[in-house]
């Protein structure tokens, strides 16, 4: 299966590169500020989703410790687009980005905005096979520990509440340092 999906990346390498990109933490919460307007929470619950999510992730890969494509069928015999990663592989980071993200936005926006959300979610954990970066399996455990854990972390946000001034003032920080890190 890796094979099959790792073979489109002959088909304009750009294209899944930009993919790619869109499901790396930094990116996702740096997009979120098109909704903070008419969503102000999405700001508190996404840099939630982010800490909590972000550090499980950090935790799995390590303990887990499994080797990339790359590394296993050498990266002479595989498409890659991008670095070549070694190390790492399960789960996949940016398909539990793509997925937390569109689970958040999902709560927010109307059925139509919902199905898109997952579909581009979905193309994104793709495109880490494509690119040569991760197994399928990777990326399906990396979407759903995503989707189910943006939705138990946006449940306890309920509890959570961000009022004062200089929280605000924070997030808003963490929002801006993500994106000038781009």
């Known amino acids: 299966l890796f094979e099959v999906i790792n ?7 750009e294209f899944w590169y930009a993919i790619t990109f869109l499901g790396d933490g930094a990116v996702a919460f740096s997009l979120l500020i098109f909704f903070v307007r008419r969503f102000p ?22 303990l887990c410790f499994v080797s990339r494509p790359a590394a296993l069928l050498g ?18 980071g940016h398909a539990l980005t793509a997925f937390a993200f569109a689970a958040l936005l999902a709560h927010h926006l109307s059925a ?10 979905a193309l994104i954990g793709l495109s880490r096979v494509v690119v040569g970066a ?14 189910f854990g943006a939705n138990w972390v946006i449940q306890v946000s309920q509890f959570i509440t961000l009022q004062s001034r200089t929280g605000i003032l924070f997030l808003y920080g963490v929002w801006l340092a993500c994106a000038i890190s781009l």
């Open 134 to 147: 991760h197994w399928p399996l990777d990326v399906v455990i990396g979407g759903a520990i995503g989707w």
């Open 41 to 62: 929470c999405v700001l508190w619950q996404g840099f939630l989703i982010a800490l909590v999510l972000g550090g499980f992730i950090q935790c799995a890969k390590h």
């Open 7 to 13: 073979g489109y990346a002959w088909n304009n390498a």
């Open 75 to 92: 990266s002479e015999h595989i498409h890659i687009i991008g670095a070549v990663l070694r190390h790492y592989s399960f789960p996949s």
């Open 112 to 121: 139509p905005w919902r199905t898109g959300l997952i579909l581009l979610a």
